[in-house]
Every structure is written in structure tokens, then in C-alpha cells.
């Protein structure tokens, strides 16, 4: 087998959604923690759970589950959340679990299929090939509108004007 030069490879942290895996680059991630409390902001999106805080920073919170139309479900101690970012902003992603980190030969991804599902494709950057599994690529510069970009922003600032409030 020939060696492959770090270039030609992809490192991603995988997670679960129901029975699918999920990747987003791990270059991306900030960490993954366990469901933080969670702080409701009225008005949001169907999909954000609301704000929380990590380490001084309040990071908007999404449900991925109901963000790609999946069947949701009570929380429990496997879910985590993964932060990420996307642009300048950081988003937590609520995920079923989170299975490993894994390099990913670039060869191994194939572009998205036409039509995947219920799922909106523009989510999706990639479908790994690793053995036997498929793992679903995530673009996160895709997982959100402009619209929901600038809905978060103004959720984030009324969270702040909350917290120096109370």
C-alpha cells in the first residue's frame, strides 16, 4: 500500500444522527462537550434551542435532528454538543453521539447524489466511502441561511443584553 501524504487526506470529527453518521473537517470543531444549560430565547428559529454560555462567549445552540427534518427525541447521555465554526461565528450543534475523529483519504469522497432524502443538499459537501459505512460530509458554510446567520446574530445580542440585565 502506498503512503499517503497528509495532503491527500482529510481529518473529521464523526457523529451520529439517528442511524447515519455525520463529518464536519476537524479543523472546524472548537470541542465537544455534553448539553450545556441551555438558555430559550423567544423567537427563535425552530431548529436553535437557544444560547449558552462557554467560557464568556454566548454560542448559539442547534438541534441538527431538527434541523434535517429528523425525527426528534428526549436528550440523553450520549448526545454532546460540537462546536464548530462557521465564518467569523461560533454554532453548537446538538448530535445523538460522537464516535470518533477520523482521517479520510480525499479520494474516498464522492460528491453529493442528487436529491438525498429529505435533506437539503446544499448541506452536504461530500459522501465518504470508509469500509463499509457512508459518512455524510457536512458543509457548515451552507447549514444556514443568510437570513438564520443574521437571526442568530440578533438572538446572541439579546441573550448578552439578558445576561447584563439579570
Not at 464523526?14 to 462537550?33: P, T
Not at 425552530?46 to 434541523?67: Q, S, T, Y
Amino acid at each position: 500500500m502506498e503512503k499517503k501524504s497528509m495532503a491527500d487526506l482529510l481529518q473529521l470529527v464523526v457523529f451520529r444522527l439517528e442511524a447515519e453518521e455525520f463529518g464536519v473537517e476537524i479543523l472546524k470543531a472548537r470541542g465537544i462537550h455534553k448539553i450545556p444549560r441551555i438558555t430559550p430565547v423567544p423567537q427563535a428559529p425552530e431548529f436553535v434551542e437557544g444560547v449558552f454560555n462557554l467560557a464568556g462567549e454566548i454560542i448559539p445552540l442547534v438541534d441538527l435532528r431538527k434541523r434535517f427534518g429528523m425525527n426528534v427525541h428526549d436528550s440523553d447521555n450520549q448526545n454532546r454538543v460540537v462546536i464548530v465554526e462557521v465564518g467569523d461565528k461560533k454554532l453548537g450543534m446538538i448530535v445523538d453521539a460522537v464516535e470518533e475523529t477520523l482521517w479520510v483519504p480525499l479520494a474516498q469522497i464522492e460528491p453529493p447524489p442528487a436529491g438525498v432524502g429529505k435533506m437539503n443538499t446544499d448541506y452536504i459537501q461530500g459522501i465518504c466511502k470508509v469500509q463499509d459505512r457512508l459518512i455524510v460530509l457536512l458543509n457548515l458554510e451552507q447549514l444556514l441561511t443568510t437570513r438564520e446567520v443574521a437571526e442568530l446574530d440578533s438572538l446572541e445580542e439579546a441573550a448578552e443584553n439578558m445576561a447584563e440585565v439579570g
